[in-house]
């Protein structure tokens, strides 16, 4: 009886390893917060987190076409331009939390082109608990207390769908070091509506996008397919709506701080990924101008990505 115990175990060993060396399952957390970039920035968009399971079904990994499914949930913290503001008159855009999470599709076909979509749902205003997390934030550090919660948006909730397509137009070929990466997005829904267009330029030792972890999607049989590059990504997005900066779309009363949404966003990404085995580390530089026209000036912050593959 023992030997049969031993032997389902050694054999349980053996297929968990076989399945880890496709790497069928990912987990991955970001962090984003302005003072990756400065200790002096404390405001806008000042901190977000984000927790993510990817895995890929078994009778999608041989086809010419390979599927990826992804759950999310995050939450995003928007200040006035300092979160400890003392004055009325500084309070340049509204306040509030998002809370959130959802559900994606990637889908690369043998030409390595990208289609994504996905739903997903979320909360602004009290229900986002903002305050609560920023305010135990600050005192875990010591620091002083965020101000003006009091006035952050009303409670909304909403949902939102999302489509992504990405062409690759270089033919991957092993060695070459650069690619060029277009991207179309686009958001409809109840909190957020919006258009995006963009590319990224990549330099460095990097898999076919259906195994890079440029798209979270790191495989790696051999040393020879470890990566690491750079990349620079700018985007423009023409928005229509914005929560976050609107408040709520059937909410009737006027909000304690206006905002006014800025229709043409820029967002620029300069970033670095290192993958190999069962891990990636990311970090990016973002560069973003004023989400509410009210703002008294653009943005600044950082994010920093880890992921663990099996």
């Excluded at 970039?37 to 086809?63: E, P, R």
């Excluded at 957020?192 to 990097?206: E, I, M, R, S």
Aim: proline fraction near 4%.
């Amino acid at each position: 009886m023992r030997y049969r115990y031993l032997c389902f175990l050694i054999l349980f060993v053996f297929q968990l390893q076989a399945s880890s060396a496709q790497h069928r399952h990912q987990f991955s957390i970001v962090s984003e917060n302005d003072s990756y970039i400065s200790i002096n920035n404390d405001g806008y968009y000042t901190n977000g987190l984000k927790l993510s399971y990817q895995w890929q079904g078994k009778d999608t990994m041989q086809k010419s076409r390979e599927k990826f499914n992804t759950i999310y949930a995050g939450h995003h913290i928007y200040n006035a331009r300092f979160s400890g503001e003392i004055r009325t008159e500084g309070l340049d855009r509204p306040i509030t939390g998002y809370l959130y999470a959802g559900y994606d599709r990637k889908s690369f076909n043998a030409k390595q082109d990208l289609l994504q979509w996905g739903l997903n749902a979320g909360v602004i205003g009290p229900p986002a608990y903002g305050a609560e997390v920023q305010e135990l934030a600050h005192k875990v550090m010591q620091i002083y207390p965020p101000t003006y919660w009091d006035r952050q948006l009303s409670a909304a909730w909403g949902v939102n769908a999302n489509l992504l397509w990405s062409p690759q137009l270089v033919k991957q070929q092993p060695g070459f070091k650069w690619d060029f990466k277009p991207l179309l997005s686009a958001t409809a829904g109840t909190l957020f509506t919006n258009g995006g267009v963009g590319a990224a330029l990549v330099y460095g030792k990097f898999n076919k996008s259906s195994r890079s972890a440029f798209w979270n999607n790191h495989k790696e049989t051999s040393k020879s397919e470890r990566e690491l590059f750079v990349y620079l990504h700018p985007a423009v997005y023409f928005k229509a709506y914005d929560a976050t900066v609107q408040g709520g779309m059937f909410q009737k009363e006027e909000e304690k701080i206006p905002g006014r949404l800025n229709p043409v966003f820029f967002q620029a990404r300069l970033g670095a990924v290192y993958a190999r085995k069962k891990i990636f580390f990311g970090a990016t530089a973002i560069y973003e101008n004023k989400q509410s026209l009210t703002q008294f000036s653009a943005q600044y912050y950082g994010s920093l990505k880890v992921g663990w593959m099996w």
